[in-house]
Structures are given as structure tokens and as C-alpha cells.
């Protein structure tokens, strides 16, 4: 844990943060409308205490286990404020756990899940879970969410997407704010821009065509933040830029 250099985190989070920048200016955006989440899974308390005392607010995990091991070292330690993401797909089993642990959930992938979360929220007496609905707008099969790829020319596959998403906004647990998307991986960043651009445009169609508003767009990571922020991200999620790589 000692391994970890403070001053790297902090001068790769200024790079960050400056091509983010750079990327808002391209798209007339302000870089304030864009929320940095930093991605901090299988990485340590170290780092994670490093990139709060540079200023990150907010931190990605995806694993339910890894947050209850690190989340209680972390808060005791920090000495500004922190949000937890969820970013990953949560078993039901667990489900009872994430609102302990977690400030909001973007990695909504199914109903079965939606349902688990408002319930035990509900028992508990707990204040409503923000969360996001992923979305596979890609069609790419390793990645999760509700299936949407080809949703443009797809009427039906529309329809109960947003009947979905309906159902989710009615439970009484849950505050559903957004879609969160993960691009294919290519070499070229470039190529992402349609997947980024189907996630803004179908937000924008279910605004219109049913009126479920979704302000908040997660999309970008390490490989392809800038194209995300030009598309209308307000979400970026990071992880290697900041932490370097991970070991697995
Ligand atoms: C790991 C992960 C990220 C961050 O990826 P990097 O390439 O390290 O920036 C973002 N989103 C999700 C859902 C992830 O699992």
C-alpha cells in the first residue's frame, strides 16, 4: 500500500481533469456538467485516500464484496467527502447490502434487480436509492444492461424498453436519474461516437415520446471519455487514467 504515489495520482487526475475540459469546450459544454467518477476497483484504500485528497468526490466500484471490505477503512480515513458508485451487476443475494454501501447505483440491468433493491430499501426504512438504468445499445454480448441495440428502426424493442424503465421509476425505493452504456472496445475512440450517440438519442426519445425524463448520462472511460463528453455525457467513469493499471 505504501507503493502508492500520491503526486502520480494526483498529476493524472489534472490530466483528467483537463481533457475533460478540453472535450466540454469542443461541445459548448461547461466542464461542470460533466461528473468525474473515479474507478477505483482492485485498487486500494491507498489509492482511493490519495484521489479524495485530490479532490475526487466520487468512486466507482463493482463489486459488492470489495466495497464491504474497503468502504469502513476508507470513510474512517478520508477527510472530505466521498459518493459510491455501483457500477457493476449486483446478485440478487446481495441486494440488501448495496444501500449500506453505495450512494447510487448505475449498473440497474434487470427488473428482478430493480424490484430486490426497492424492497429492501423499503423494509429498512431507508431513504430512496439514485439509480441508473444500464443499457446495451451496442448489441455487444459480453456487455450487460437492458437489451436495446437496434432500438432506432425496432418499435417494439422501444416500447417495452421504456415500459421497463417505467416500472423501475414507479418503485418507491428507487429515484431513477439516467442511462449508463459501455462502449465495445476499439483502437480507434472514434469508433464509439455511434454507441454514445444512441444512448443520448433514445434518452431523448423517451423524454419525448413517453415522458420518463433521464438527465444523467454515464458514458466514457478510460479509452473513450472525450467522444462520450462530446455526445453528451455527464457521467465519466475512469479508472486507468487515474490509478494506472490494474493487476488481475
Ligand atoms: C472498470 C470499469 C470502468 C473503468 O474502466 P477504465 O478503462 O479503467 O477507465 C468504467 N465502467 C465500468 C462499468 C467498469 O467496469
Redesign the pocket.
Known sequence: MSDVSTDLIAANLAGVQSVIAAACARAGRRADDVAL?A?S?RKSVAHILAASQAGVVHF?E?RVEEMQDKRQLVMDSATRQIKWHM??HIQSRKARHVRNLFDTV??IDSLKIAHKLSESIIESKQPPLTVLA?VNVSGEATKGGFEASGWESDRDLFTALAGTLRKICDLPGLTLTGL?T?APFYDEPEQTRPVFASLRILRDALLHETGIALPEL?M????D?PVAIEEGATMV???????G??AY
Open positions: 467518477v474507478v476497483k466507482g463493482n457500477i457493476g448505475e449498473s444500464q449508463m459501455m454515464s466514457g472511460m478510460t479509452n471519455y467513469r475512469i479508472g486507468r487514467a487515474i490509478f493499471e490494474r
